[in-house]
Structures are given as C-alpha cells and as structure tokens.
C-alpha cells in the first residue's frame, strides 16, 4: 500500500541530546513536510522540500536541520538548540504543483525528559 | 499573528444533526482552503477543499461555504454520525509558490452523541 511511514512512533530523550524522526514515503510525491503540533494548537510548518537536494525553512525552522537526498526520504533532526522539543511531530508529502492537499503520516511522538 | 482561527474549541451534537465547524482568516493572499479530520495520535486526513473561486463545494455529508468578503469559512456536516467525532482542522494555502505550505487553525474537538 502506498502510504507515509514515521519512525519512531514514540521517543524519549534526555536534554542535550540530538534526535533524528524518520519519514518515508512511496507515493511517488515530489514535496514533503515536517509540521509539529503542541496541545490546543494548530500545526506549524517546520520545513519543506519540494525536490531531492533541496529544502526551505518554515516558520518554526531553529534548532530543527533537514536533508533530502532521496526523493522517498526526509528525516528530521530535532537539536539540541531546540528550546521546546516535547511535540507530535507529523510528516507529509505532496504531488509537486498541487493547490495543498496533503498525506500525511501517523505522527511520532517525542519528550524530552 | 494567528492567520487562520477556529475560535470553537469544542463541538457537541447529537447524531443525526448538522455540525457546523467554522473557520476565519485574516491574510487575503490564502486562495486555497481545506478541512483536514484527526483522531488521537493519528495524522490528519484530508476531508474537503475549495478553492476562492467557488463559493460552496459539496462531497456525500460534508458540505464546505467560503464567504471571501468576510474571510469567514464553514464546514457542514449532515447527517452528523459518532465516527465523524475527532479534531477537526481548517487550513489555508496562498497557491503558486507557497502550496502546500498549509498555515491551520488550532482546531475543534467535534463530539457526535450516540
């Protein structure tokens, strides 16, 4: 089936400590996405990649790094320079000139303990 | 500066009834609108679009109005069932260069009675 797949679904981690979310995809979409959503908020885009070899900040960028060196993949990670780490992190793709509609993943949960 | 609100936190309605979820911008550059449904530790999916040049779209139970003058956007929904209860999103795009770069509410919790 085609779909996204996060990993880990669930993560903790100690303060200090870089992470990295995975996200695949293999719906052959050329963007993809990493949102965060914290409790009683929307979701914010954290960065974005419309093709391979290149990505662009969002509007909560700091203290997160990208890469996109297969069209299927694009991993986050979440920093130490990240102040509020604790968040639903979700993924998602899109076909390439589209107006929006995007595919999401399951989510992965991450705390900061 | 929140760009797109969903000022209803929470929705209670009886099966059978019409919900009405209700959305409002503020950035006249959005030109493309879309309701997305989550359940609890889910992605959301998508439910619905419509894009400014339309004023209503329709799909089975789920009925989207756009009013550009008010910047206003609602999503009905009916007959409303006990499986429609999740959060609820609205979302924005402002097309061409910016698409799917969705900007979203913070969402209703819609809750349909048995």
């Known amino acids: 089936d085609g779909g996204i797949t996060q990993s880990p679904k669930y993560l903790f981690r100690k303060e200090g400590q870089n992470v990295t979310l995975s996200c695949e995809q293999n719906l052959n979409h050329d963007a993809m996405y990493w949102y965060r959503q914290d409790p009683g908020q929307g979701l914010r885009l954290i960065y974005y990649?419309?093709?391979?070899?290149?990505?662009q900040k969002g509007d909560i960028a700091e203290g997160y790094s990208v890469s996109r060196e297969k069209k299927e993949s694009f991993p986050l990670t979440v920093t130490s320079a990240q102040k509020n780490p604790t968040a639903f992190y979700l993924c998602?793709?899109?076909?390439?000139?589209?107006?929006?509609?995007?595919?999401f993943g399951e989510g992965s949960r991450l705390t900061v303990l | 500066d929140q760009q797109v609100k969903q000022n209803s936190p929470s929705l209670s309605v009886q099966e059978g009834r019409i919900s009405i979820l209700n959305c409002d911008y503020t950035?006249?550059?959005?030109?493309?609108f879309l309701w997305y449904k989550k359940y609890p530790a889910e992605g959301p999916t998508f439910l619905i679009s419509i894009s400014s040049i339309k004023d209503k779209n329709e799909d089975g139970r789920f009925t989207v109005f756009l009013n550009k003058s008010a910047k206003h956007l609602s999503l009905h929904i009916v007959p409303s069932q006990p499986g429609d209860s999740a959060v609820y999103f609205c979302a924005a795009s402002a097309g061409g260069t910016s698409y799917g770069k969705l900007t979203f509410g913070q969402g209703t919790i819609l809750t349909v009675h048995p």
């Open positions: 990649s419309q093709i391979v070899n290149d990505f």
């Open positions: 950035n006249s550059m959005f030109d493309y």
């Open positions: 998602a793709s899109s076909m390439g000139r589209n107006t929006g509609e995007l595919f």
